[in-house]
């Protein structure tokens, strides 16, 4: 499982990759609150509303993965790498943890105009750590190198000739 969240079997670390979706689907609900407050494109903003509250539960489940990821990668990370790595690590957790109160507040104006002041404050001071941390993420996990893992080779069984019976 943990070759699997490090992305050694595809051959690149998940965790950059993952962190570059829960920003755009930041962006995505940071643009649909906006269209949202302004009016752009409709008259009646309940539907931005209820769009933008399932972006934020998104981006709080991707970014609650991207945590998960960055775990397993503090776990090998070197010496020299570890303090980025943990920093890593408590970006995502505040991350998620922004993304999953904004989504609470979200929940009781689904009805409203328009997401209330402190879900939207919260939703972009999220996104702007999100995006600082992609960079730091790229950075840190991308240039990484495995050693290849072990093959077992395979051998046929060669299987003794039956002898006739005599």
Avoid: C
């Avoid at 404050?121 to 950075?139: F, M, Y």
Wanted: aromatic share 8%.
């Amino acid at each position: 499982m943990k070759e699997l969240l490090e992305g050694r079997r595809l051959g690149f670390a998940l965790r950059p990759h993952i962190g570059q979706i829960a920003a755009g689907l930041g962006l995505a609900t940071t643009l649909v609150d906006l269209m949202a407050w302004f009016g752009w494109g409709a008259r009646d903003t309940n539907g931005f509303v209820i769009v933008a509250y399932w972006l934020v539960v998104a981006t709080a489940i991707v970014a609650a993965l991207a945590a998960v990821t960055s775990f397993a990668e503090l776990i090998d990370a070197e010496e020299d790498d570890r303090i980025l790595a943990r920093l890593d690590l408590l970006a995502v957790a505040v991350v998620t943890a922004l993304y999953a109160v904004s989504a609470v507040l979200r929940s009781g104006d689904l009805g409203a105009a328009g997401a209330s002041p402190f879900a939207f404050l919260t939703a972009v001071a999220a996104l702007l750590i999100l995006l600082v941390d992609g960079v730091v993420a790229a950075t840190l996990y991308s240039a990484r190198e495995w050693a290849v893992p072990d093959e077992e080779e395979y051998e046929p069984r060669r299987h003794q000739r039956r002898r006739r019976a005599s």
